[in-house]
């Protein structure tokens, strides 16, 4: 079962920013928080992952609290083709450990 | 670069036939996983191969899956004596070795009329 707790919705205005929360309370010392989506029915697409620290590339930025259970994916200027359904995983820092996902948040970019 | 090589797109198949879904993993990608995606549901983890090897197939229903990866050639999921319940997206993804993140391909979309 999925470790992390996200709204299933949210709606977000055009050049916004979109601010995606995940709660993943239970997170353990040796676990990464990663983010994906998925477009309609692509495959889904990697966004960030991180530890402990922020990160930020090209795409979006990771916020992960001090206590680490708790993240936020952020989006600077969301795009209508940010329309998407978010996955936030917690998984095993083991490497090549299968991906759990769960329901995610349904992102609407409204003009 | 190609990316994650999924074939066929779609695919239709009648009740009692088998299904065969190819996936090319990524130059340099040993690791493969197979998840499938039930309409309006999430992605549900199969199984996860390296070269010749099933490391991991908790999620694989017990019967008419099987799953390969061979030394040479495609990552292989096959699904005999198709039923409706197996209409469903399913999605490849690959990893290099020692990295987590996974790139996913397109998918195949398996149809059991």
């Not at chain 1, 490497?95 to 948040?105: A, E, Q, R």
């Not at chain 2, 199969?46 to 017990?62: A, C, F, R």
């Not at chain 2, 050639?73 to 990295?99: E, K």
Request: net charge positive; aromatic share 8%; hydrophobic share 30%.
């Amino acid at each position: 079962d999925a470790k992390t707790t996200q709204p299933p919705s949210m709606d977000c205005a055009e050049g916004r920013a979109a601010n995606l929360p995940c709660n993943h309370s239970t997170i353990s010392g040796n676990e990464y928080v990663y983010w994906y989506r998925q477009i309609h029915s692509q495959g889904p697409q990697y966004i960030i992952h991180g530890l402990k620290n922020n990160e930020t590339n090209e795409m979006a930025s990771l916020i992960i609290t001090e206590d680490r259970k708790s993240s936020t994916l952020i989006l600077p200027h969301a795009t209508l083709r940010d329309t998407a359904v978010y996955y936030c995983i917690v998984s095993p820092l083991s490497g090549n450990t299968p991906l759990v996902f769960g329901k995610g948040t349904r992102l609407s970019v409204i003009a | 670069n190609a990316g994650v090589m999924q074939n066929p797109r779609h695919l239709v198949r009648r009740r009692g036939q088998e299904a065969r879904l190819r996936c090319s993993p990524m130059k340099g990608h040993s690791h493969v996983y197979w998840y499938r995606q039930l309409p309006e549901e999430g992605l549900k983890f199969m199984v996860y191969l390296q070269k010749e090897n099933i490391i991991d197939e908790s999620g694989m229903p017990k019967e008419r899956f099987s799953a390969e990866f061979p030394k040479e050639g495609p990552s292989i999921l096959r699904i005999q004596q198709v039923v409706r319940g197996d209409s469903a997206a399913y999605f490849c993804a690959s990893s290099p070795q020692g990295f987590d993140g996974y790139t996913f391909g397109s998918g195949t979309r398996l149809t059991v009329v």
